[in-house]
């Protein structure tokens, strides 16, 4: 069975940079697309970043330029580079996956926080 663990949030200033990991217990990782969701208090949860099974990605308007998705089949992980980041990206950042692009079928994990704060 799967399970995902965020990890490498934190408390940062202002045009700062965070990278975050998540990493699969499973053997199938390589099988799904995988996503990056955050959520801030108060609003619904939403995609920040995507990557297919071969390594296409995808974006949401809010961070294109400034974030990165990445992955290393062999470690089971997928990356979510975080630069230039601002106040409003200050969320619990969580991954989840699925057979096609921004599917979410798998158990979520308990995320990581990401403060951007002076």
């Known amino acids: 069975q799967v399970q995902l663990v965020e990890s490498g949030g934190g408390l940062v200033q202002p045009g700062g940079s965070l990278r975050l990991s998540c990493t699969d217990s499973?053997?199938?990782?390589?099988?799904?697309?995988m996503g990056w969701y955050r959520q801030a208090p108060g609003k619904q949860r939403e995609l920040v970043a995507a990557?297919?099974?071969?390594?296409?990605?995808n974006y949401a308007d809010s961070v294109k330029g400034r974030f990165t998705i990445s992955r290393d089949n062999a470690k089971n992980t997928v990356y979510l580079q975080m630069n230039s980041l601002k106040p409003e990206d200050t969320a619990v950042y969580y991954c989840?996956?699925?057979?096609?692009?921004?599917?979410?079928?798998?158990?979520w994990g308990q995320g990581t926080q990401v403060t951007v704060s002076s």
């Open positions: 990557i297919t099974q071969g390594g296409s990605t």
């Open positions: 989840n996956g699925g057979l096609k692009l921004m599917q979410t079928i798998l158990d």
């Open positions: 499973g053997s199938i990782f390589s099988i799904y697309a």
